[in-house]
């Protein structure tokens, strides 16, 4: 799970289909873009953000030989440059039909990750947990997530459709925490992805 893997995940492959067709999507932490390629081949427009601007660059690049190589258009990919971590949160609530987060934690960012979604957005996230430090980076604490720390976090204002919390042993071997969920007053009324 090398923020910088070419593949998307097979989480955020899985719940993709929950956002709304041709939905805003905030890929937070973007790194290389691998989320933010599949999204917008998937119709979607999509704000890329990372503090990298060579990562930035390189989706553009992405962008462009996709382009070349007779890819279909589908969604546009904005790119924006931010230190959410030292500086304001860029954006407003209710703004997007989806947040991926991948590989990436800093928690004071979670209460303006729910309220950025609008009324059924999803959010997708998937990062580290404690435990981790056992099998290589993050080792730090400070970027690992306790036992049920994603769900607690996010169940008191979102539906919650999927938690998985683990060893896992590809691509790598990892302790992670998964969530999919969504901004929605009546679980009954979300659709689940195809095949779950």
Not at 9 to 15: E, G, K, M, N, S
Not at 72 to 86: C, F, Y
Not at 123 to 145: D, K, Q, S, V
Not at 177 to 190: E, G, N, Y
Request: proline content about 8%; glycine content about 10%.
């Amino acid at each position: 799970m090398a923020h910088e893997a070419g593949e998307p995940t097979a989480w955020v492959r899985r719940f993709a289909p929950l956002i709304r067709s041709g939905g805003r999507v905030l890929d937070l932490a973007c790194g290389s873009g691998r989320h933010a390629l599949l999204l917008a081949d998937l119709g979607h427009p999509v704000v890329a953000l990372d503090r990298d601007v060579a990562a930035l660059a390189r989706i553009g690049e992405a962008v462009v030989q996709r382009h070349r190589d007779g890819a279909p258009s589908g969604g546009h990919i904005d790119t924006t440059q931010a230190d959410v971590e030292s500086g304001p949160w860029p954006f407003g609530e209710d703004e997007f039909d989806a947040v991926v987060v991948t590989n990436y934690l800093h928690r004071p960012l979670m209460p303006h990750i729910a309220a950025s979604l609008r009324p059924e957005g999803v959010l997708i996230y998937e990062t580290f947990g404690l435990g981790n430090e056992r099998h290589g980076r993050p080792a730090n604490p400070a970027f690992l997530l306790a036992k049920d720390e994603l769900l607690e976090c996010f169940r008191p204002g979102l539906t919650v459709i999927a938690f998985e919390q683990g060893l896992v042993q590809a691509p790598a071997i990892a302790v992670v925490q998964r969530l999919c969920a969504v901004k929605a007053a009546d679980f009954a009324s979300t659709p689940l992805p195809k095949g779950t």
